[in-house]
């Protein structure tokens, strides 16, 4: 009896050794194990918005001409690099001060990015993501909002001006504006609602490119004679397979700002997420071959971004049909803001402030439409909205417009007709010039010891 | 020796080639080229926005061949070349003052055998 009683004594206290460690609640109702799945499902998101960045330099590349691709190609690198770099120094600690020091506008926790022993443990966001991870997922957005205004300004901004432009936008106009809903600043405490940006994201980032696209001037022999004339892109396969990478990021984009790994709202989310942007590629296609005459790939992809862009403000919390809705109308209008904008000559070689701008407003006004939750209301919305245009817009156009009259934010006339690539980087991307080509690279291993050469600067003059 | 010079619609190349090469004509150069002569240039969509694309990809030939052979390799390009559109294209006959193989430095007519 004694042996039987001992036995079953060992059983309970290994069986429980084992089980209970899983079963132990460690802080906020999260075991380490759904820690964990939280936070490796929130680095998996921060990956996938950093490969919104392929998505970008792909798409801009596509819509733009091949003598400008370097030039394209090397802001996109600047900007990600930039931002993540200013976003540890400074922009992490501006977007979430904690504290507000200026009513709940403005708030500072200091440079640099560190956390003590408990940003590591469930502590930290109830249990959803590290401090490290935490930095690292919102890093990605900072950046996404400035590559934005790239695509805007392709084809003819000067490359210093815009590198300055997008460092200061980074890691000071877009975090402090962030702060006011996400910092947990007046928007928030209005009630102000944009789930994962197209607000504090996409639309910043719109206002900056119509800041920029607008002082800077529209390209050369775009509108002629009052007439406007299409500069069509070099590579469309380029543009699909960045808008598909797009696509695939907002997985992350969306996904991730559950900000944790809860099955129910992730999976959801993605749901309506999937939905707003194949509605939108219908609407849009069938919006601009009833416009003209003929379906467009360029509108078609401009509208997945634009359904998209449009369910991000509120993809956790409008219904199934409300998220195709929002996705057919962002479709629609992001073909007549195209042609809207080529009316009132602002030159937009990619779409971009259609898609950002446009389609991240009526985002964020479709929450106050559609929304599940009876918090939301259409007209805080449209306050956040006046708010952010016009701070975002007025401080790119002040930045732009300091930057035009110092150092001038355009290159010049005869830059612009021979190509960024050569003007700026001494380089194409591509072998533009064909049969030539054979030549020069039989002869330019060759040193240029003891023969004359001129240099492009002698060559323009 | 007669230079003839064949500027033909880019899908007609191949049956050009195939047509030359039945009366003995192996050897020429093709290059791609752009023009229009009275064929009207097309328009094109971009975004909203319609544009006039005037100047056409055609191929052009040219090959050098000696004097008899001249009358028959325009009549085959002719024949092999022609749609019945406009935009077929116009062939230019040349005349040649040398010919010369780099390989063995022959001239005039035995070059070009």
């Known amino acids: 009896m004694k042996r039987k009683f001992l036995n079953s004594a060992l059983a309970v206290v290994v069986a429980g050794s084992?089980?209970?460690?899983?079963?132990?609640?460690?802080?906020?109702?999260?075991?380490?194990?759904?820690?964990?799945?939280?936070?490796?499902?929130?680095?998996?998101?921060?990956?996938?918005?950093?490969?919104?960045?392929?998505?970008?330099?792909?798409?801009?590349?596509?819509l733009t001409r091949a003598k400008n691709t370097t030039n394209i190609l090397f802001k996109n690198t600047f900007i990600v690099s930039a931002?993540?770099?200013?976003?540890?120094?400074?922009?992490?600690?501006?977007?979430?001060?904690?504290?507000?020091?200026?009513?709940?506008?403005f708030g500072f926790a200091g440079f640099g990015i560190a956390t003590d022993a408990a940003g590591n443990t469930p502590a930290y966001a109830s249990g959803g993501y590290t401090y490290w991870t935490d930095f690292l997922f919102q890093a990605m957005f900072a950046a996404t909002c400035a590559t934005i205004v790239s695509g805007a300004v392709a084809e003819r901004v000067k490359l210093s001006a815009f590198m300055i432009f997008s460092i200061i936008f980074v890691a000071l106009v877009y975090p402090i504006l962030g702060s006011w809903k996400w910092g947990g600043g007046w928007l928030d405490a209005m009630g102000f609602y944009d789930f994962a940006g197209s607000t504090l994201v996409h639309s910043v980032g719109g206002w900056g490119a119509l800041a920029g696209a607008w002082l800077l001037g529209p390209r050369i022999g775009k509108y002629v004679k009052g007439q406007m004339n299409p500069i069509p892109g070099s590579n469309m396969p380029m543009a699909a397979i960045g808008v598909f990478l797009l696509w695939l990021g907002w997985f992350g984009f969306n996904g991730g700002s559950v900000l944790s790994a809860d099955p129910e709202l992730t999976s959801f989310t993605l749901v309506t997420t999937c939905l707003a942007a194949s509605a939108g590629a219908i609407a849009a296609m069938f919006t601009s071959w009833f416009a003209f005459g003929k379906p467009d790939l360029s509108m078609a992809l401009n509208g997945i971004l634009a359904g998209l862009v449009g369910i991000t403000a509120g993809a956790d919390t409008?219904?199934?049909?409300?998220?195709?809705?929002?996705?057919?109308?962002?479709?629609?209008?992001?073909?007549?803001?195209?042609?809207?904008?080529?009316?009132?000559?602002?030159?937009?070689p990619v779409g971009a402030i259609s898609v950002h701008l446009v389609c991240g407003i009526w985002g964020t006004l479709a929450v106050g439409i559609f929304s599940t939750n009876p918090e939301h209301s259409l007209w805080v919305q449209a306050v956040g909205?006046?708010?952010?245009?016009?701070?975002?817009?007025?401080?790119?156009?002040?930045?732009f417009g300091v930057l035009k009259v110092t150092m001038g934010i355009r290159v010049t006339e005869g830059e612009e007709l021979e190509g960024l690539d050569l003007a700026e980087h001494g380089g194409h991307a591509y072998d533009l010039a064909g049969p030539t080509s054979i030549l020069e690279s039989v002869t330019s291993a060759s040193p240029a010891v003891g023969r004359p050469t001129t240099t492009l600067a002698e060559e323009r003059a | 020796m007669k230079k003839i010079e064949a500027i033909i619609k880019p899908f007609k190349l191949d049956d050009v080639k195939n047509a030359l090469g039945e009366i003995g004509v192996e050897g020429m150069t093709v290059s791609e080229v752009r023009g229009f002569g009275r064929q009207r240039g097309h328009t094109e969509?971009?975004?909203?926005?319609?544009?006039?694309?005037?100047?056409?990809?055609?191929?052009?030939?040219?090959?050098?061949?000696?004097?008899?052979?001249?009358?028959?390799?325009?009549?085959?390009?002719?024949?092999?070349?022609?749609?019945?559109?406009?935009?077929?294209?116009?062939?230019?006959v040349f005349s040649v003052v040398d010919a010369i193989r780099i390989r063995t430095g022959e001239r005039g007519d035995a070059a070009l055998a």
């Open chain 1, 18 to 62: 084992i089980l209970l460690p899983g079963l132990a609640l460690a802080e906020d109702g999260v075991t380490p194990g759904q820690f964990t799945a939280n936070n490796v499902w929130m680095m998996l998101a921060a990956g996938l918005v950093f490969i919104m960045h392929l998505g970008f330099a792909t798409l801009e590349s596509g």
């Open chain 1, 318 to 348: 409008v219904g199934i049909a409300s998220s195709v809705v929002i996705g057919v109308v962002a479709g629609a209008i992001v073909v007549g803001s195209v042609i809207f904008f080529d009316k009132i000559k602002i030159d937009d």
């Open chain 1, 385 to 399: 909205v006046v708010a952010y245009g016009v701070f975002a817009f007025g401080s790119a156009l002040a930045i």
């Open chain 1, 83 to 105: 931002g993540i770099l200013t976003y540890a120094l400074m922009g992490f600690n501006l977007m979430y001060p904690g504290d507000f020091s200026l009513g709940s506008f």
């Open chain 2, 45 to 92: 969509m971009y975004r909203g926005a319609e544009y006039v694309v005037e100047f056409h990809p055609k191929v052009k030939i040219e090959l050098v061949v000696t004097d008899d052979q001249a009358e028959k390799v325009t009549r085959a390009v002719c024949d092999a070349a022609g749609t019945n559109k406009i935009g077929d294209g116009k062939i230019f």
